[in-house]
């Protein structure tokens, strides 16, 4: 079964525009843990944010901001005033077990100077 | 430099051969798992060795294997290769808290079967 939905394949903006990653989820786990990494075209796999279940606090990080909500099992992440050097692939994940994590198709995110 | 270092980087190679994927984890971490990227499948899961013992297993094919050595280094096994195995291959590594306290991920071997 899928675990983690990114809805978006990809997604446009021009360079300054606020732009919205969308990622839902599935568990049945109470104890899980919501990761982003990030994917530029040099291709490896940066660590962004990890959140444990418990924890619904909203996050920011400069421009960088994520909206935590279990009632529609979604861990979305904002960027604010986008720049060309954010154009990457985008990846949501999901551990539950401690044992592996699942990670979401992606989104390709392109920001058009 | 994330202190996950996987040789070699690129490898191109005919079907049918055998290719060994290696992986040095972070210094500390126990814990080696290999994910193989494709453009169809995305990120896959393919196995997990916690301080030399498999903990557990993804989706990896039977002509696939992998070893995690006393050392700690871990090397991915790829056998009877056939063109739907090009992918980009990762090795992730983490503490012993294990997948819910995240990877850190080497930069991937990038494998093309011709």
């Known amino acids: 079964a899928q675990k983690v939905t990114q809805a978006q394949t990809e997604i446009s903006v021009v360079e300054k525009e606020d732009v919205t990653l969308d990622c839902v989820y599935e568990t049945r786990d109470t104890t899980y843990y919501l990761f982003w990494y990030k994917q530029p075209p040099s291709g490896e796999l940066v660590f962004l944010i990890r959140?444990?279940?418990?924890?619904?606090q909203n996050e920011i990080s400069g421009r960088y901001s994520w909206n935590f909500q279990k009632s529609t099992s979604s861990f979305n992440f904002t960027i604010t005033a986008s720049q060309v050097v954010d154009s990457a692939v985008y990846f949501c994940?999901?551990?539950?077990?401690?044992?592996?994590?699942?990670f979401g198709a992606g989104t390709r995110l392109t920001v058009k100077p | 430099d994330s202190g996950v270092t996987q040789t070699p980087k690129h490898l191109i190679t005919a079907t049918g051969q055998r290719v060994t994927l290696r992986c040095s984890p972070r210094s500390g971490d126990l814990s080696v798992y290999w994910y193989q990227q494709s453009l169809d499948q995305g990120l896959q899961f393919l196995i997990q060795y916690y301080n030399g013992e498999e903990r557990a297993k993804g989706n990896i094919l039977e002509r696939f294997s992998a070893q995690q050595f006393p050392d700690l280094h871990s090397e991915l096994n790829l056998s009877s290769l056939e063109l739907g195995d090009s992918a980009l291959y990762f090795c992730?590594?983490?503490?012993?808290?294990?997948?819910?306290?995240?990877?850190?991920f080497g930069s991937g071997t990038r494998l093309t079967v011709v």
């Open positions: 959140r444990n279940s418990f924890d619904e």
């Open positions: 994940a999901l551990s539950e077990d401690n044992n592996d994590m699942r």
């Open positions: 992730a590594s983490s503490t012993w808290g294990g997948a819910n306290y995240g990877y850190t």
